[in-house]
């Protein structure tokens, strides 16, 4: 096929619409401004580097992440093959090596006939239509110039919210004797987190010292000011303001010690913080929810009082940076197509999906959809009962007001909504059995459409 569809972004939800366009037989021209110009997060110019935690969430199908994981496994996913194959323990979730895991995809994406990568930054958007489409996956930190052009074609201001990172630190400079390794619950292998015990004194002398602390204030005039209203999104919250909910907050939330019984008492802390592995080797250990905006050096001195990482090394401090979506209800419909102008495609966090396999879920629709336009078909929307759907629906319902990001939830699934609270034979079914019902019948669906296309 001749015709080549522009990618801008070789984030995961760019690596991912890349993958299913050439898989398609569809040409592609993926550009990308890293290394060349890099952001305040990103470390590498490799393809969907992840910038914040390593893990992709709950893995069982109980579990609504755990679902849209297992939809894109079905579409055969190139993010999701590269995930299962860089696998770390981590318990009930799925977390991957990060290192390899961005590794793998740059491999498959680089070495592709029918992708061609360019290192070159965008300024400006080229001209989309269903013989060249266009899609534009330049995530939460795309670069000013391009956010300017993006704005005047959207012709709405773009949302800006503020995403926080967890620090990393160095395995061998923990003191693992004063930790215990458990998972929540004994799930996965059981002892797939390390976990630091905090006394009901040591917990509130914690959150005392983590709300006196110097607070960031923002890269430059734009960000200060933004700081001081700021917006962070829910599941990436930093702990000082979960803690200005209340100072038991954390204890109900990362803290929370509930399935994390201490081998050495028999009995629960009064609260935990986690630590879970960054890499396969165990060399590398994330701090489990700890994301902070927390100046770098109070982030060394409070944590260093914690049991155990007296003398850690911090491999990454944790930091905040703005991100910035569009009003998707206003732009696009469920196939990710800007409404305005056929053949422009937006995909990832910069429409408000958020959270990796989100982002990755609307590269996959966009790259499908791409695909079809260019070859004369019709664009797909996924089926409404899947996660898939549910979410793409959510970001591109022009009735929604006030739109903020959003992860998968069942929430937003009408098979499970809408579905029976009861059996074959009139029992009552509890919510986990219902939200299984509604996994079997998401993935039923995945499947047929899959069969289709």
Known sequence: MSKCVKIIGAGLAGSEAAWQLAERGVAVQLFEMRPKSMTKAHKTGSCAELVCSNSFRGADLSNAVGLLKAELREMKSLIMEAADATAVPAGGALAVDRVLFSKYIDERIRSHPLINFSEKEIEQLPEANPSEPLIVATGPLTSAPLASAIEKVTGSSSLAFFDAISPIVL?????????????????????????????????????????RAEKFGGHDEVESDM???????????????????????????????????????????YAVMQLRMDDRAGTLWSMVGMQTRMRH?????????????????????????????????KCLDATLSFRACPGLFFAGQVTGTEGYVESTAGGLVAGINASRIVSGEEMVEFPHESAIGSLMRYISDPQRKDFQPMNISFGLMPSYTLGSTKDASGRRLSKRDRRLVASENALSAIQKLYQQL
């Open 171 to 211: 395995g061998e400079s923990l003191d693992m004797s004063q930790m215990y390794r458990a998972s929540r619950y004994d799930k996965g292998d059981g002892d797939d987190y390390l976990n630091i015990p905090f006394s009901r004194e040591q917990y509130y002398t914690f959150i005392d010292e983590v709300t």
């Open 227 to 269: 700081v001081d209203n700021l917006r962070p999104f829910e599941g990436c919250m930093p702990i000082e303001d979960v803690i200005r909910r209340g100072p038991d907050t954390l204890r109900f939330g990362a803290f929370k010690p509930v399935g994390l019984k201490d081998p050495r008492t028999g009995r629960e802390p």
């Open 297 to 329: 050096g109070e982030q060394t001195r409070i944590f260093k009082t914690l049991s155990g990482m007296e003398n850690v090394e911090f491999v990454r401090l944790g930091s905040v940076h703005r991100n910035t979506f569009i009003d998707s209800p």
